[in-house]
C-alpha cells in the first residue's frame, strides 16, 4: 500500500499503465461475455414457438406451426474467418507501425478495417434476415439471448471499427510513429479480443446443437 | 511482487510476418475443421460416419475452439512475449467466466433432470 501514492508516470512494475488498463478491461470483459454465453446456453432450449437456431431441419412447434430453418452457417464462416484474417491483418499493421514503415501500416490497418466493416454488414444482414423470418428480441427466448450475445459483440466490432478508423487517420496524417506504436497495440489488444469472443460464440452459437 | 519492484520489465521481441502468417494459417485450417465437422455431423449430407461421431463433436469442437483462442492469445495479443503480469490480469477473469459457464450449464442440467424426474 506504500506505493499507492508513489506511482506517477513510473509504476512498480515497469509497465507502461496504459497497457495494463486496457488488459485489466479485457479481462472484465471476459465475464461480462461469460454471463451472456451463459445467458445464451441456459435459454437456448427453453422456448415453445417461433424459429428456432436450426440452419437445415424444419421445426413443428407444439401448437402445429412449422418453422423453417433459418441460420446461414456459410454467411457466417466468411464472417468468422475474415474477422480472424484481420487479427493477423492488425499485428502486420502493428509491426509496421514499430518499424517506422508508414505505408505497410496504413495498408493493412486498412484491410483490418475492411474485414470489420464486413462482419458488421454481415451480422446487419443476419439480424435482418432474423426478423423477415419472424425472429425478434421478443418472439422466444431462444431470441432474446441470441440478439443480446450477437448484438453486444456486434456493438464491440463497430467500437472496434471506430477506433480503428481513428487510428488510421491519425496514420495517414503521420501521427502514429515507432515511438507511438503502443497507441495502436492498444487499439490491436481491443481488436484481438473481439475476435477470441467471437471464436466462442461461433461454436456455441452456430454449430453446437 | 516487491521482488520485481524496480526491475525492468520482461517483455521481448514481437513474432515476425512469417509466424504471424503461419498462426493465421492455422486458424483458418481450425476453422475449417470446426465447419466440416458440423456439415459431416449434421450437415444436409451427414451420412453414417457422421452419426457414428456424434458423441465426439462438442468436445472436438471446443478443443479446436480453445486452440484458436490460445493461438490469439498468446501470439497475436503478445501474452508469451509480454510481462507475466498481464497474463495474470487475463486469465484470473478468464477462469472465472469458465466456472461461471460451466456452473450455468450443470445447475440447468441439474434442473432440468430434476423437473423432469419429480
Redesign the interface.
Known sequence: MSDAHAAHLETSTGLDNRKLAIWTFIGSECLFFATLISNYLVHKETWFSGPGPFAHEVWKSPTGQVFEPIIEIPLVTLGTALLLFSSLFIVLALSGAQQGHRKTLLGWLGATIMCGLFFVGMQAYEFTHFVHKGLTLKTNLFGASFFTLTGFHGTHVTIGVIWLITMWIDAYRGRVPPAKALNLEIAALYWHFVDVVWVVIFPVVYLIK | ?DA??????AEHA?PT?SL??K??LI??IL?AL??GL??IT???HAGAFGHSIEPF??PL??L??AA??AL??MF??HLKQD?R??SG??V???I???I??LS??AL?AYHLAFSRGG
Open positions: 511482487m520485481h519492484a524496480g526491475q525492468p520489465p514481437h510476418a504471424y502468417a498462426i493465421g486458424l483458418f476453422t470446426e465447419v458440423y456439415e449434421y450437415g444436409e463433436f462438442v469442437l471446443l479446436m475452439s484458436k483462442f490469439v492469445a497475436y495479443m510481462h503480469l498481464f490480469v487475463f484470473f477473469p478468464l472465472i467466466a469458465t461461471i459457464i450455468m450449464i440447468m
